[in-house]
């Protein structure tokens, strides 16, 4: 059995993560890098719980993102608010079904998938749980991927909105809805960040990661 990787942590180094340089760091503080001067520590600090914090606050802004109207269509000048789903639900019924299938996608999967992946990561790591490290690492990716399409529904809303300026098909008007689903986006773009994966494998040697084919995909250890 193997002692287990050898890492900067063990060694007493952190990662800039600014500039990526190695900076000596004693356990439990912060220091200064030595390259661009940015505060460093092992790992990022209260990492679990501002994470929690912010994954809290995303759910609670889910609510009112849901219960009010995110826009509305109006044709010919009729119309009412529509919240999310009701606004899918609409466009998919006037056969836009492209569109629908986008502000589907991007308002109600890709929040809930970055949320409940987040917790997850958070249960995994508190309770030091046996699920591989190595796919809570893929997890992790997959959250910080979805990260980049998060405003994607919001630039759904700003398009059809825009629609109206140039008079095509409906009026489309932003909703309170709107507002809430922004905050929503933006707390957890917040948690994404606030997460440390390093935290996935402090308490796992490299015996204990993944006994598979593709182990030599570790993530290299800062």
Same mark, same amino acid.
């Given at each position: 059995?193997?002692?287990?990787?050898?890492?900067?942590?063990?060694?007493?180094?952190?990662?800039?993560?600014?500039?990526?340089?190695?900076?000596?760091? +004693?356990?439990?503080?912060?220091?200064?890098c030595r390259r661009?001067?940015?505060?460093?520590?092992?790992?990022?600090?209260? $990492?679990?719980? #501002?994470?929690?914090?912010?994954?809290?606050?995303?759910?609670?802004?889910?609510?009112?993102?849901?219960?009010? +109207?995110?826009?509305?269509?109006?044709?010919?000048? !009729?119309?009412?608010?529509?919240?999310? /789903?009701?606004?899918?639900?609409?466009? *998919?019924?006037?056969?836009? *079904?492209?569109?629908?299938?986008?502000?589907?996608?991007?308002?109600?999967?890709?929040?809930? =998938?970055?949320?409940?992946?987040?917790?997850?990561?958070?249960?995994?790591?508190?309770?030091?749980?046996?699920?591989?490290?190595?796919? !809570?690492? #893929?997890?992790?990716?997959? /959250?910080?991927?979805?990260? #980049? *399409?998060?405003?994607?529904?919001?630039?759904?809303?700003?398009?059809?909105?825009?629609?109206?300026?140039?008079?095509?098909?409906?009026?489309?008007?932003?909703?309170?809805?709107?507002?809430?689903?922004?905050?929503?986006?933006?707390?957890?773009?917040?948690? =994404?960040? $606030?997460?440390?994966?390093?935290?996935? *494998?402090?308490?796992?040697?490299?015996?204990?990661?993944?006994?598979?084919n593709d182990s030599?995909?570790? +993530? +290299?250890?800062?």
């Amino acid at each position: 059995m193997s002692a287990g990787p050898r890492t900067a942590a063990a060694e007493g180094l952190g990662l800039c993560l600014a500039c990526h340089a190695l900076t000596p760091c +004693p356990p439990g503080r912060r220091v200064a890098c030595r390259r661009c001067g940015a505060a460093l520590a092992l790992r990022k600090p209260h $990492s679990l719980r #501002r994470t929690g914090y912010y994954v809290v606050l995303g759910f609670l802004f889910l609510i009112p993102a849901n219960l009010y +109207p995110i826009m509305t269509i109006l044709q010919f000048g !009729r119309g009412e608010p529509s919240t999310i /789903v009701g606004g899918v639900a609409k466009l *998919w019924s006037q056969g836009l *079904w492209g569109i629908a299938t986008i502000v589907f996608v991007a308002s109600v999967v890709v929040p809930l =998938a970055k949320l409940f992946g987040l917790c997850l990561l958070l249960y995994s790591v508190h309770y030091q749980t046996e699920l591989c490290p190595l796919n !809570r690492t #893929r997890l992790f990716r997959l /959250v910080d991927f979805l990260g #980049r *399409w998060s405003m994607l529904d919001i630039f759904v809303v700003t398009l059809l909105v825009g629609l109206v300026h140039l008079g095509q098909v409906a009026l489309v008007l932003p909703g309170l809805g709107a507002l809430a689903f922004v905050a929503t986006v933006i707390i957890t773009l917040f948690a =994404a960040q $606030s997460f440390d994966p390093r935290l996935i *494998w402090d308490a796992h040697s490299a015996d204990e990661a993944c006994d598979d084919n593709d182990s030599d995909e570790k +993530p +290299p250890h800062a």
